[in-house]
């Protein structure tokens, strides 16, 4: 099997005569849309009858921070996390005073993907408070993870066919009254261009 990265779907199917190709389709947010970025057989072994392929797919990219909560709100100020800036961030603050705050969107089974980098805000009073933010999907518990500062955690999570999102962050656990931001960087929502209305409308 020759290697197929960067080849278009219809390259490789002249490349492979006699072969069936199957293709799936993967959204990514920058790189070039329309090539191969997988194959299920590994180039340099034996080519046989069939391969799947995985497709890039140019993904449309709406920040969660654009649109308007059906219920609850989080603040939308630009954050910092290990020293990396989020311009399109959603905060919220923990203990002091805060207990924290759940936010709920109509997505409209638009999209594909939920994305966003979960940490405490560099500006944080305390580096001993933590807080559990937790993702739902209609309902369903997608996500769930306790936040502590100075660390960084990865969401990217399948929301196709979810008509509710709801974000929940709560206070796990306090230091005196110090207050903590917990932030969710840059979280976008992934769909395919053929599914996603333009203009996107999700209030």
Not at 54 to 74: H, K, M, N, P, R
Not at 177 to 194: A, F, I, M, T
């Amino acid at each position: 099997m020759p290697d197929l990265s960067g080849k278009t779907s219809g390259e490789v199917r002249a490349l492979l005569p006699g072969v069936t190709v199957t293709e799936k389709q993967s959204l990514v947010e920058d790189g070039a849309a329309g090539t191969v970025i997988a194959q299920s057989v590994k180039a340099g072994d034996p080519t046989g009858t069939a391969v799947t392929i995985t497709v890039a797919e140019q993904a449309v990219i709406q920040y969660v921070d654009e649109l308007t909560a059906v219920s609850g709100a989080f603040s939308k100020d630009a954050a910092t996390i290990k020293g990396k800036s989020y311009p399109h961030a959603v905060n919220q603050r923990i203990c002091g005073g805060d207990s924290g705050q759940t936010a709920s969107y109509n997505l409209g089974t638009y999209y594909r993907q939920l994305k966003a980098t979960v940490g405490q805000d560099d500006s944080s009073t305390s580096s001993t408070n933590t807080a559990l933010v937790e993702v739902f999907g209609d309902g369903k518990k997608l996500w769930s993870k306790t936040i502590a500062f100075g660390q960084t955690y990865d969401l990217d999570i399948d929301v196709t066919k979810v008509l509710r999102l709801e974000i929940k962050v709560n206070k796990s656990e306090c230091s005196g009254d110090e207050s903590s931001s917990v932030v969710l960087g840059n979280p976008r929502l992934l769909g395919l261009s053929s599914e996603v209305p333009s203009p996107t409308s999700t209030e």
